[in-house]
C-alpha cells in the first residue's frame, strides 16, 4: 500500500505561480511514477503531468514551458512547480504514484488550485 499527502495548494493570480508537494509514504520502493492529474470545476480528472524513478518527465501540452516536475527519491517526494498560471488552470490537483507493477494508482487527497483573472 501507498500514501500520498499532497500540499501547496492555494489562490494566486493570473500569470503568479505555486508549488504542489506530493510525499509518499509505505511501499515506496515499488513506486515508478508519479504526477498529477487536474480537475476543473465540472470538469472530469485529465492529466497532466508525471515522472518516472529515473527522471524521466512527460506533460500534457496545455503546460509546456509553464509547469515543471521533479522528484526527490531520497525524500520519496514529487513537486509539481506551476508557472504563468492561467485562470484556466483553476481545479483541484490530484497526485498519484503508478507502481513498477502498473496494477493499480494511488491518489492523493487533492489540493485545491485557484487562479483568479
Known amino acids: 500500500q501507498v500514501q500520498l499527502a499532497e500540499s501547496g495548494g492555494g489562490l494566486v493570480q493570473a500569470g503568479g505561480s505555486l508549488r504542489l508537494s506530493c510525499a509518499a509514504s509505505?511501499?515506496?520502493?515499488?513506486?515508478?511514477?508519479m504526477g498529477w492529474y487536474h480537475q476543473a470545476p465540472g470538469n472530469e480528472r485529465e492529466w497532466v503531468a508525471n515522472?518516472?524513478?529515473?527522471?524521466?518527465?512527460n506533460y500534457t501540452d496545455s503546460v509546456k514551458g509553464r509547469f515543471t516536475i521533479s522528484r526527490d527519491n531520497a525524500k520519496h517526494t514529487a513537486y509539481l512547480q506551476m508557472d504563468s498560471l492561467k485562470p484556466e488552470d483553476t481545479g483541484v490537483y490530484f497526485c498519484?504514484?503508478?507502481?513498477?507493477?502498473?496494477?493499480?494508482?494511488?491518489w492523493g487527497q487533492g489540493t485545491q488550485v485557484t487562479v483568479s483573472s
Open positions: 515522472i518516472t524513478i529515473r527522471g524521466l518527465t
Open positions: 498519484y504514484a503508478e507502481l513498477f507493477t502498473a496494477v493499480r494508482l494511488y
Open positions: 509505505g511501499a515506496v520502493h515499488s513506486i515508478n511514477k
